[in-house]
């Protein structure tokens, strides 16, 4: 015997609205035809689901048994629904995405240009903040972070992996030399976050351990675009993520220095709330920052 899945939805419908009327309003049928599709359903399973009076409709025991299934059969069918329009959908729609500052002004945005050339009807909300954002709650569909993400209800994709790179000029490092080990930075006018040079120290892997060298500068700004442009003015050695300094790099404008004492890389994930309908433009661009990072190894340096 086949499951009568038109009648489950009506009676479902008819317990969750407490009436015939508003069961019929809302499936757009008549009261009669509810009525008789529930009785259909009763003679069927051989039992009644509902008492009826004039004033109101409540639930027999083998009702509230049976409802839960019910429920769920029109949750499955409506989440089923949902999926093949996300997979047959336009490719049209706002799509909101977060990153940190940086790497959304270095990195992402580029990426993004690159996917709206191709699908020019998506609007694209990017928002950079180096808070870590709540996906469940902010309304936010795509977030790029750094580190572990550990909520099971978050899918994580490994994005690109990056380092923090001790950079020069070929200038300056003529000028004042090469150093040969962290401790040598003490010598060096070093351009970095206030908070990192002064305070923390810049970390370097010294003998299996991670320990942190304080150094001083002249110029400290919490700005990575920045800190890059003073090195490349020869103004002194700067600590960076090798995602901000990737391209002068690669054309020898600046050079990278005590590489072999840099930490282990750290991995940027692209993260979203797990939904078996995700709309068919956020699966388009989940799989062309995929394919775009692929292509652009920003630790392919060495």
Same mark, same amino acid.
């Given at each position: 015997m086949s499951e009568p899945f038109n009648e489950m939805a009506i009676f479902a419908s008819i317990a969750e609205m407490g009436s015939f009327t508003a069961a019929a309003k809302s499936l757009g049928r008549s009261k009669a035809f509810v009525s008789q599709q529930l009785t259909k359903l009763e003679e069927m399973l051989g039992t009644q689901l509902l008492f009826r009076t004039t004033r109101k409709l409540s639930l027999t025991e083998a009702g509230k048994v049976y409802l839960d299934y019910?429920? @769920?059969?029109?949750?499955?069918? +409506? =989440?089923?629904?949902?999926?093949? =329009?996300?997979?047959?959908?336009? $490719?049209?729609?706002?799509?909101?995405i977060s990153a940190t500052n940086s790497f959304g002004e270095i990195m992402v945005s580029d990426v993004l240009f690159s996917f709206q050339e191709k699908y020019p009807d998506i609007q694209i909300d990017l928002d950079l903040s180096d808070d870590i954002q709540d996906l469940k709650e902010s309304g936010i569909d795509l977030s790029i972070r750094g580190g572990t993400v550990v909520d099971d209800e978050l899918v994580a994709i490994p994005l690109v992996?990056?380092? $923090?790179? +001790?950079?020069? +000029?070929?200038?300056? #490092?003529?000028?004042?030399?090469?150093?040969? +080990?962290?401790?040598? #930075? *003490?010598a060096h006018n070093c351009i970095g976050t206030k908070h990192e040079t002064t305070i923390l120290g810049w970390p370097y892997l010294i003998d299996g351990q991670i320990q942190r060298i *304080?150094? =001083?500068? @002249?110029?400290?700004?919490?700005?990575?675009?920045?800190? *890059?442009?003073? =090195? #490349? #003015?020869? *103004?002194?050695?700067?600590w960076v993520p090798s995602y901000v300094v990737h391209q002068e790099v690669m054309s020898g404008q600046l050079v990278r220095v005590l590489s072999d004492f840099d930490p282990p890389a750290i991995t940027f994930y692209l993260v979203y709330v797990y939904q078996k309908a995700m709309p068919f433009r956020q699966r388009y661009l989940i799989d062309f920052l995929k394919n775009w990072f692929t292509a652009h190894d920003i630790l392919g340096l060495h």
């Amino acid at each position: 015997m086949s499951e009568p899945f038109n009648e489950m939805a009506i009676f479902a419908s008819i317990a969750e609205m407490g009436s015939f009327t508003a069961a019929a309003k809302s499936l757009g049928r008549s009261k009669a035809f509810v009525s008789q599709q529930l009785t259909k359903l009763e003679e069927m399973l051989g039992t009644q689901l509902l008492f009826r009076t004039t004033r109101k409709l409540s639930l027999t025991e083998a009702g509230k048994v049976y409802l839960d299934y019910c429920q @769920d059969i029109v949750r499955s069918a +409506t =989440a089923a629904r949902q999926s093949i =329009a996300a997979l047959q959908g336009e $490719m049209e729609g706002s799509i909101c995405i977060s990153a940190t500052n940086s790497f959304g002004e270095i990195m992402v945005s580029d990426v993004l240009f690159s996917f709206q050339e191709k699908y020019p009807d998506i609007q694209i909300d990017l928002d950079l903040s180096d808070d870590i954002q709540d996906l469940k709650e902010s309304g936010i569909d795509l977030s790029i972070r750094g580190g572990t993400v550990v909520d099971d209800e978050l899918v994580a994709i490994p994005l690109v992996n990056w380092q $923090m790179f +001790t950079v020069g +000029t070929t200038a300056y #490092l003529e000028k004042y030399g090469v150093p040969e +080990t962290p401790d040598d #930075l *003490k010598a060096h006018n070093c351009i970095g976050t206030k908070h990192e040079t002064t305070i923390l120290g810049w970390p370097y892997l010294i003998d299996g351990q991670i320990q942190r060298i *304080k150094v =001083a500068g @002249d110029f400290t700004v919490n700005r990575n675009p920045l800190i *890059k442009q003073t =090195a #490349l #003015l020869g *103004k002194g050695l700067a600590w960076v993520p090798s995602y901000v300094v990737h391209q002068e790099v690669m054309s020898g404008q600046l050079v990278r220095v005590l590489s072999d004492f840099d930490p282990p890389a750290i991995t940027f994930y692209l993260v979203y709330v797990y939904q078996k309908a995700m709309p068919f433009r956020q699966r388009y661009l989940i799989d062309f920052l995929k394919n775009w990072f692929t292509a652009h190894d920003i630790l392919g340096l060495h």
